[in-house]
């Protein structure tokens, strides 16, 4: 099986053909509308990461960068598996990918995601996914006033002098910030 890992920084309509279903499949609910996604590359704050295994889309992922640089972590806002290759090791594998191309070009110091904070088996499945992966999860909850469900935030640390000094709102804060570069019209505004 020949896996194969890219990344990239603009945006193309065919390419984003091929992923959306995968997308649209993983994330019914909370997905961020295509023209977010779209000038969030425009904008040069994300990047879309793409798994592909014997030529066909096996993941897919968009990632950003929290600042400052000297504590630069790598966000990942979205990350799917297709749900027929799930229990590989795949999901694992893609998210080494994305780890070692963020270290590589952006000298990362984390990888923070955040995770639906419910009681059910599949927000457990998720955490004990992500914990599989070398994540640490925080004890803050973070309620979104436009999303019903509570999340918080996981990290895993790359270097050993990193560390989280709170229960993890901070890290909800660089989250929070993420998602509101994303949303922002214009690049003038700051992004």
């Given at each position: 099986?020949?896996?194969?890992?890219?990344?990239?920084?603009?945006?193309?309509?065919?390419?984003?053909?091929?992923?959306?279903p995968?997308?649209?499949?993983?994330?019914p609910?909370?997905?961020?509308?295509?023209?977010?996604?779209?000038?969030?590359?425009?904008k040069?704050?994300?990047?879309?990461?793409?798994?592909?295994?014997?030529?066909?889309?096996?993941?897919?992922?968009?990632?950003?960068?929290?600042?400052?640089?000297?504590?630069?972590?790598?966000?990942?806002?979205?990350?799917?598996?297709?749900?027929?290759?799930?229990?590989?090791?795949?999901?694992?594998?893609?998210l080494?990918?994305?780890?070692?191309?963020?270290?590589?070009?952006?000298?990362?110091?984390?990888?923070?995601?955040?995770?639906?904070?419910?009681?059910?088996?599949?927000?457990?499945?998720?955490?004990?996914?992500?914990?599989?992966?070398?994540?640490?999860?925080?004890?803050?909850?973070?309620?979104?006033?436009?999303?019903?469900?509570?999340?918080?935030?996981?990290?895993?640390?790359?270097?050993?002098?990193?560390?989280?000094?709170?229960?993890?709102q901070?890290?909800?804060?660089?989250?929070?910030?993420?998602?509101?570069?994303?949303?922002?019209?214009?690049?003038?505004?700051?992004?």
């Open positions: 099986m020949t896996f194969e890992f890219n990344t990239y920084d603009k945006w193309d309509d065919a390419r984003w053909a091929a992923i959306e995968l997308y649209r499949e993983a994330f609910h909370g997905a961020k509308p295509v023209g977010i996604l779209r000038a969030m590359l425009d040069k704050i994300a990047w879309l990461h793409t798994g592909y295994l014997d030529g066909k889309l096996a993941a897919m992922a968009v990632t950003g960068l929290s600042r400052p640089a000297a504590e630069r972590m790598l966000i990942i806002d979205y990350m799917a598996v297709d749900a027929g290759l799930r229990g590989q090791g795949l999901g694992r594998k893609f080494e990918n994305i780890r070692d191309w963020a270290v590589r070009k952006h000298d990362i110091q984390a990888v923070l995601i955040e995770v639906e904070a419910g009681d059910t088996e599949e927000d457990a499945a998720r955490v004990h996914f992500w914990e599989h992966c070398g994540f640490r999860v925080t004890e803050y909850v973070h309620q979104y006033i436009w999303l019903p469900e509570p999340y918080r935030a996981m990290v895993m640390p790359l270097t050993r002098d990193f560390t989280v000094t709170d229960d993890g901070a890290l909800f804060g660089r989250i929070t910030d993420f998602h509101r570069k994303s949303f922002r019209k214009r690049e003038s505004e700051g992004v």
